[in-house]
Nanobody, 126 residues
């Protein structure tokens, strides 16, 4: 099973950019779908973005389209979440997950992920 560790969170101002990293160990992630979820205080974990293991297809929640992108490095051991034009409503703990599934419907569901990182806090001040 893959182990995941997120990093890169912090306190930024609205309009700023931030890049989160998710470092994987234990096995390659080239044949795994990867996703990012977030959880704000008092709310459930919410799907943000995912990259399928098939063709690197990318799926987004509408609120981040045009602002967030997901990518993998060449060695297939790190996944990135580039967040631009951050808003106060993006404030949350961000979690990286690994999934055996490939389709959009499955990747939007947190219970379809097999491994999770510990999370990294992103705070956007307005």
């Amino acid at each position: 099973q893959v182990q995941l560790v997120e990093s890169g969170g912090g306190l930024v101002q609205a309009g700023d950019s931030l890049r989160l990293s998710c470092a994987a160990s234990g096995r390659t992630i080239s044949d795994i779908s990867m996703g990012w979820f977030r959880q704000a205080p008092g709310k459930e974990r919410e799907f943000v973005i995912a990259m399928s293991k098939i063709g690197d297809m990318t799926y987004y929640v509408d609120s981040v389209k045009g602002r967030f992108t997901i990518s993998r490095d060449n060695a297939k051991t790190t996944v990135y979440l580039q967040m631009n034009s951050l808003k106060s409503e993006d404030t949350a703990i961000y979690y990286c997950g690994a999934s055996r599934y490939a389709t959009e419907d499955n990747l939007r569901q947190a219970n379809n992920y097999d491994s999770w990182g510990q999370g990294t806090q992103v705070t956007v001040s307005s």
